[in-house]
């Protein structure tokens, strides 16, 4: 009956540094998983804030203000624009060109020979 008695106690201490080891574990989980979060707030505010600056300098009134302050541009005036009759007109199309590789492929065009094939009957 003794023994029995010990190899309970001993299964019971067993049971219980098993189940401490399972909750430090858990502990040691749920600790990185908060600082993860933590660690992706702070990302996404960054982001929100890179957003933020990125919409205030691309303001259509910032760029608008900096244009007039740095560059001596002037607003277009209608003489500028052309018609379409001050368009040149459009080139003649280019005369063919005498192409040996199509003349092979069309019956009826002159026969070339290319160095890499011989004429078929034709000795070597």
């Given amino acids: ?8 106690i001993a299964a019971l201490v067993i049971a219980a540094s098993y189940v401490y080891k399972i909750k430090f574990d858990s502990t040691l989980q749920a600790e990185r998983v908060a600082k993860l979060r933590h660690e992706l707030r702070r990302e996404r505010d960054a982001v929100a804030g890179l957003r933020a600056e990125w919409a205030k300098l691309q303001a259509p009134m910032r760029i ?14 209608s ?31 002159p026969q070339e020979t290319t160095g890499s094939i011989s004429r078929p009957g034709a000795p070597r």
């Fill in 1 to 8: 009956m003794r023994i029995l008695n010990i190899l309970v």
């Fill in 64 to 77: 608008q203000g900096l244009a007039e302050r740095h560059l001596k541009l002037k607003s277009a005036v």
């Fill in 79 to 109: 003489t500028q624009l052309a018609n379409f009759d001050n368009l040149p007109m459009r080139p003649a199309p280019a005369p063919p060109q005498d192409d040996p590789i199509a003349s092979m492929i069309v019956p009826g065009a």
